[in-house]
């Protein structure tokens, strides 16, 4: 399915776009796109992971939401994607994909919650970014020129990781990932 559409440490790593897949839906006019990445708030989103994806232009949830309410109160924030993790169980999380794909500002994302369940080949397929979660830990990396994104966990503090999200720039063809440190790695 294919929708239309600060503070801390960073890592960055940025590519061109692979090429989108042919008969796909057209892209939004704009090539400039800011896009929020959360995953893992098992039911908890915290005021400033709310403040970190402001301005973005489209949101990305990849998995473990926790409640419906923070689909909406995401929602307010901006347009939103959201995929269904290992977690998100009972009525509410019946109509959530596995598994979606967006176009924004000329590349294709594609989001599952755990990479591990990744049964396709992104290069193939055209997707230029895969965003997943469920590790909680951040990282972004670079493979057969598709960008891997996990923003890590926003939601309650697992395994002495760090409470992070993600930015997509996507610019002209181009994208920039960032991952923001709202709480640093808690050390033995």
Known sequence: M???????????AS???AAPRSGAPRARSETRVRVGVISDTHGLLRPEALAALRGADHLVHAGDIGKPEVLRELRAVAPLTAVRGNNDRGAW???IPDTDS???????LYVLHDLKALDL?????GFG???SGHSHQPRVAERDGVLYVNPGSAGPRRFRLPVS???LEVDGGRVRARIQLLSPKVEP
């Open 2 to 12: 294919l929708n239309e559409a600060g503070r801390g440490r960073y890592q960055l």
């Open 102 to 108: 967006v176009r924004l500002g000329g590349i294709v």
């Open 129 to 131: 970014v895969v965003v």
């Open 165 to 167: 999200v993600a930015t």
């Open 121 to 125: 080949d992104p290069v193939a397929a």
């Open 93 to 95: 999380a019946r109509t």
């Open 15 to 17: 590519l061109p776009s």
